[in-house]
Structure formats: structure tokens, C-alpha cells
């Protein structure tokens, strides 16, 4: 079992932005991220796949993009125009597959960051 590392989490006022890194030893065909936010059931909100193929979900499209350095062993998460409804914690999740991304089958999962946005 492999457990990425991710970094970059952390408090924010409105409207700015962080960035998410997540790494792994080796490659995945693919990387996603996901969160969870207090009372809510777990989002998954992007994937990329080894290929160069990304989804962003509709709740993030143009604020969020997900994008992997030359190696393909760093994920990253930029995230912009955050929004207080934008808090919760954010793991990345590998996996062998793109297809399904959204249920993380067999996914290897990051330890989560908190993000946090005020007001």
C-alpha cells in the first residue's frame, strides 16, 4: 500500500487561493482529489490521467485545475477564488485507473489537509 503525501493546505480569506501538492514514488495512471466538508458525504472534485487527460467537477470548473509535474509524481491542486463553502479536507487519492474515479475503488489514499476559508 502505497500513501501519497500531500501539503499545502491551510487558511484563506475569500476570494484567495492555495495550492495543493500531493506526491507519490512512482506513477499512477491516475490521481484525483477529493473532499470532505463537516456533515457531508466525501466529493471527489478533479482527476488527471498519465496520458495528460483532466476533469474538474462543475462545483469547481474555472476556479480549480488540477495538473501534474514532468515526472508525473507530484499532483497538484491550484485552487482559486475560494469560497467559505470551499472548507473542508482535501485528500488526494492514486489510482490504477481513471475510469470510475469518482467511487476511489482500491484508491491509496493521502493522510488530507485542512482547508480552510474565512469569511
Known amino acids: 500500500q502505497v500513501q501519497p503525501v500531500e501539503s499545502g493546505g491551510g487558511s484563506v480569506q475569500a476570494g484567495g487561493s492555495l495550492r495543493l501538492s500531493c506526491a507519490t514514488p512512482?506513477?499512477?495512471?491516475?490521481m484525483a482529489w477529493f473532499r470532505q466538508a463537516p456533515g457531508k458525504e466525501r466529493e471527489g472534485i478533479a482527476a488527471?490521467?498519465?496520458?495528460?487527460?483532466?476533469t474538474e467537477v462543475e462545483s469547481v470548473k474555472g476556479r480549480f485545475s488540477i495538473s501534474r509535474d514532468a515526472s508525473f509524481t507530484t499532483t497538484y491542486l491550484q485552487m482559486n477564488s475560494l469560497q467559505p463553502e470551499d472548507t473542508a479536507v482535501y485528500s488526494c487519492?492514486?489510482?490504477?485507473?481513471?475510469?470510475?474515479?469518482?467511487?476511489?475503488?482500491?484508491?491509496?489514499w493521502g493522510q488530507g489537509t485542512q482547508v480552510t476559508v474565512l469569511s
Open positions: 487519492a492514486a489510482l490504477n485507473s481513471c475510469m470510475d474515479w469518482v467511487s476511489a475503488r482500491n484508491a491509496n
Open positions: 488527471s490521467g498519465s496520458g495528460g487527460w483532466t
Open positions: 512512482y506513477v499512477f495512471n491516475c
